[in-house]
């Protein structure tokens, strides 16, 4: 009577909303202060006051006819121009407007790509670990997800591993830096080394092997990390973008899909998009939240609380005797977890109020996600709890 993908997909909770809201009930039966809740990838810092201001002058100097009527498919083409203006000036690249299509956000920017790109029999691979909606999206346009195990000393690229898994079917890498859930930017070594592969891979089948990089997380680096730009580096680079993260507007449903001149077959790629957009139900990307970004095109996101949580944390795990590698941007932390069966080292967390989620969800089994975007007084009363868990570990 229904699709049973479809229904298994809507009704079977992920592991973090079921950690979540374990850790809502418990706050309700024992109070805020016994929870400390590291699951979800919810930005705590406010959006920042321009975003506000920007708002506000949309609504003052523009009609309601344009701040809410439709757009055309891939986003005002005033807004498309200013974002490639904005990304000129920081990147040194000579994007316009044709080479951006607007949309809800990283989820749909992905999907979209995938849609686009996807033929039978086709393979996307995700370098673990991995944002885990990646393979209901890649499922959802009928190509199958291969996951390229982790490099767990640095969670950089195990080139080995993921040559094996280039196969002539291979449509397109995705990458994620700065990454959820490890927090680790790839160096540009790694990088010169992936773009170097996938060129050889691409002459050996004679088709193009595209890289898709999400990077919600782009801004959210740390003191002295730079995140290589990746079109400079691989002529087939297709970015997917949001405001969620760097803004703190996830609720508003805005990023979108960077399609460089560069890209083999451009206005095919493009029009691909274009065509899964429409099937996809896009229509347009939020009206007034295109207008809103366009005005708050390279202000700078409010990094330092994000840092200053991970370092505490990061610290404060090390000392406990984890082991972790160190944060370098986004806003988590990805510690071997103190038995290799991860499920049952969150399961014993959680006795001590801790919210974890198990690395086998990120295709890293033995690790845990601690997602940092929290008060900093609930991570500096969390840190001897961790020492208890680690205490009991130790026997
Ligand atoms: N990609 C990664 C790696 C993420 O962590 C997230 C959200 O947490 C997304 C994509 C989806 O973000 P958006 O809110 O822009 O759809």
Redesign the pocket.
Known sequence: MVSEKMYELGTKKSTIRTIFEFGRQRAAELGEDSVFDFSL?NPNVPAPAFVKQAILDVLEDMTPTEIHGYTVAPGAPAVRETLARSLNERFGTGFSGRNLFLTA????A?TITFKALAEPGDEFLALAPF?P?YRCFVESVRAALTVVPPRVEDFQIDFAALEQRLTSRTKAVIV?SPN?PSGVVYSEATIRALTDLLRQKQKEYGHPVFLIS?E?YREIAYAGVEVPWLTKYYENTIVCY?Y?KSVSL?GERI?YILVPDEVADFDRVYGAIAGAARVLTHVNAPSLFQWVVARCAGLPSEVAAYEKNGRLLYEGLLAAGFQCVKPQGAFYLFPRSLEADDYAFCERAKKYGLLLVPGTDFGCPGHFRAAYCIRTETIERSLPLFRKLAAEYRG
Do not use: H, L, V, Y
């Not at 956000?105 to 749909?108: E, F, T, Y």
């Open positions: 990838g956000g990283a989820a749909a992905i944002f909606e994620n959820n999400d919600p949001s969620s996830p990023g």
